[in-house]
């Protein structure tokens, strides 16, 4: 596949150098993009903006429509995309489809239900003030929203925070990683010439230059990806006092108590925290287990993670679960923790090195591991799975709420209650128990970051769409009255009354209500 540049992006490209994309499988060169410059990206916006009143003048229904045509785009290219996907990524062909799954359930969720999410709102009344008045609330969405997304998952981020944003009637600047940008570039290209759909998604692409004036030309920015870009973009954010969200890094401790089913636990350990060989946000990347059944479960494990097929499987031959590491950058990483624990004193019982050829690295099981180690302290965002031993549940609280990231967690116990309680101990957004990752996959529930995860949040129903939108407080008049109770002049003996009146109904105590404690 080559990324056709000019015709792909249908930007103004001149001037602009070019992007090599290569397959982190084995090197090849798969597409190129252009490195665009911020006049470009302040084209591509202006643009943006300049279509936006006429999207939002369509009401949600009419939104509905073409992101509904969008869908069947998706579905009719399906293959074609995933293809792409894995050829920029490396994933294997299994974990390259669930993202498409995303692209359904996104789309789905959000046209139904943004109609009612959107919706005017009265609000009841509440004090003396509003006694004569009808309360209510407008949504108006920020004009230009701007996305900027990782390269872990090239069609399924874009899609989580632009579908809601799109049906919002904001107009959508996406800024994609350079490492990935080819699966959205396409997606982009299909909504322009394919669906015939206004023109307010767009993909910009380019580096950290690109990046930072999206940032400059948007209302409102979301960004997913490491904690040291999104302080910068924050802060820039926040000098131009624009709203932001930004999704973090995450080091999600799994928490397997001695009553668990194992049999569960361990085959949750394997995808949780494998699954896009470990390279997502809320990837299991630490594990506590109570010391009754730690040899167990390690056993489990590792045959589980032995059991494992590695590589860049054939179009849709779903033959592997294991693909490659996106970046050489990210696999030294994962190399560097892997060499630290076992310098430290911990032992790979499967998997530990990089194989001879692209940007593998074995699965790994690493035991005997402790918070003295990188393993368990930096994001790893690898294929690496490092096990701990602990006496109790109050040890794993102690251990897994000891990291700068909160963003998800996993608790797996026989015991509901059991479960709960250590759930609400643990300083995550989201805790999964008896599962992994799912609390992220639902649209229904917020999914947000603590600590240095992040700020804001995505998902949970209306918030999901609401957060790309202003809201206008609207207060209008029940009855037509010539002036109101406060309004000047001031009269003494009416002053006086009102101000009975307030301590009558607002004083918690008889004594004040009726003015019978002293007045300081």
């Known amino acids: 596949m080559t990324t056709q540049t000019q015709e792909a992006t249908r930007y103004p490209v001149g001037g602009s150098s070019l992007i090599t994309v290569r397959c982190p499988a084995d090197g090849r060169a798969v597409g190129t993009v252009p490195d665009m410059t911020p006049a470009q990206v302040h084209e591509v916006a202006a643009g943006l903006r300049s279509a936006q009143l006429e999207w939002e003048d369509l009401g949600p229904a009419g939104r509905a429509k073409h992101i509904r045509r969008f869908l069947d785009w998706v579905f009719d290219n399906e293959d074609r995309l995933i293809g792409i996907m894995q050829e920029e990524t490396g994933k294997s062909w299994g974990d390259a489809a669930v993202e498409t799954a995303v692209v359904v359930d996104t789309i789905n969720y959000y046209t139904q239900h943004a109609a009612g999410f959107l919706a005017d709102r009265r609000v009841k009344r509440w004090g003396p003030t509003a006694l004569t008045k009808n309360l209510r609330i407008f949504t108006r969405p920020h004009q230009l929203v701007g996305i900027i997304t990782p390269w872990n998952g090239p069609l399924a981020t874009p899609i989580i925070d632009g579908i809601p944003a799109l ?5 959508v600047l996406f800024k994609p990683s350079e490492v990935t940008p080819l699966t959205w570039t396409e997606a982009t290209r299909g909504w322009i010439d394919e669906v015939k759909a206004p023109p ?13 004036a999206v940032v400059d030309e948007v209302d409102m920015i979301q960004f997913t990806g490491s904690t040291a870009t999104g302080r910068k973009i924050a802060a820039r954010a926040g000098e131009r006092l624009i709203p932001h969200s930004v999704e973090l890094g995450g080091k999600d401790a799994m928490i397997v108590l001695d009553d668990a089913d194992l049999d569960r636990a361990t085959s949750g350990a394997v995808w949780g925290g494998l699954w896009n060989s470990g390279q997502i946000c809320v990837s299991v990347e630490r594990i506590y287990v109570q010391d009754k059944v730690y040899d167990e479960f ?5 045959g589980k993670v032995k059991g494992l097929r590695q590589g860049m499987d054939p179009d849709g031959s779903y033959a592997t679960e294991i693909g490659a590491m996106a970046t050489e950058r990210q696999l030294q990483i994962v190399e560097r923790h892997v060499t630290d624990a076992v310098e430290r004193g911990a032992s790979p ?18 035991t005997d591991v402790d ?17 701990m031993k602990v006496r109790d549940e109050e040890e794993a609280i102690r251990l897994a709420n000891d990291s700068p990231y909160g963003l998800a967690a996993s608790v797996w116990s026989g015991s509901a209650e059991r479960a709960d309680r250590v759930a609400r101990r643990l300083e995550t957004g989201a805790v999964n128990i008896n599962s992994a990752l799912t609390a992220t996959m639902l649209l229904v529930l917020p999914m947000g970051g603590w600590k240095s995860s992040g700020v804001g949040g995505r998902n949970g129903g ?9 809201q206008q407080a609207i207060v209008s008049e029940r009855f037509r009255l010539k002036s109101e109770p406060f309004w000047y002049p001031y009269v003494p003996r009416t002053s006086r009354l009102q101000a009975r009146l307030m301590r009558l109904v607002g004083a918690h105590d008889w004594r004040r209500r009726l003015g019978l404690r002293g007045r300081k």
């Open 167 to 171: 049906m919002a009637g904001a107009a």
């Open 298 to 302: 390690v056993r489990k494990l590792t």
């Open 371 to 387: 918070h003295s180690m990188l393993c368990m302290r930096e994001e790893t965002f690898g294929p690496t799975l490092p096990v």
């Open 200 to 212: 307010v998604m767009a993909c910009v692409t380019g580096g950290g230059a690109t990046g930072a």
């Open 462 to 470: 209306a918030a999901g769409i609401l957060k790309f939108c202003r």
């Open 349 to 366: 019982v499967t998997g530990g090195k990089r194989t001879s050829e692209g940007l593998f690295f074995e699965p790994t099981v690493l």
